[in-house]
Nanobody, 122 residues
C-alpha cells in the first residue's frame, strides 16, 4: 500500500484554475495507476480522472477538455490541473492509487488520501 497526501485545494472563481497535487510514499509509485475522485455531501464519490503506469489517461465526460491528470515518477506525485472551473466542480477531491486501473476506476479499492476541498464560486 501507499500513503497519499493531497494538496492544492482552495477557493477560486468560476472560470479560474487550480492544480491539485498528491504525494505518495513508497518506492514503487511508478507501478501504480493513480486517480482522482470527488465527492459532495449526500452524493456518492465520483470518478474524475486516472492515469496508468504507462501514462494512458482516462477522464469523466464532465471534465474532459478542462482537467488534465499527469504524474512525475521522480517526485512520487500525481497532479490534476483544473481549468475553466465551474461551480458544479465544487467538492472534496480525493487521490487514489491501485496496481489495477480497473479496480481504481470503480472507486472501491486501493489506497486513498484524506481529500482536499475545492470550492468554485459563481
Amino acid at each position: 500500500q501507499v500513503q497519499l497526501v493531497e494538496s492544492g485545494g482552495g477557493l477560486v472563481q468560476a472560470g479560474g484554475s487550480l492544480r491539485l497535487s498528491c504525494a505518495a510514499s513508497g518506492r514503487t509509485f511508478s507501478s501504480y495507476a493513480m486517480g482522482w475522485f470527488r465527492q459532495t455531501p449526500g452524493k456518492e464519490r465520483e470518478f474524475v480522472a486516472a492515469i496508468r503506469s504507462d501514462d494512458y489517461t482516462y477522464y469523466a465526460d464532465s471534465v474532459k477538455g478542462r482537467f488534465t491528470i499527469s504524474r512525475d515518477n521522480a517526485k512520487n506525485t500525481v497532479y490534476l490541473q483544473m481549468n475553466s472551473l465551474k461551480p458544479e466542480d465544487t467538492a472534496v477531491y480525493y487521490c487514489a492509487a491501485s496496481l489495477n486501473v480497473n479496480v481504481l476506476r470503480t472507486g472501491r479499492g486501493g489506497s486513498w488520501g484524506q481529500g482536499t476541498q475545492v470550492t468554485v464560486s459563481s
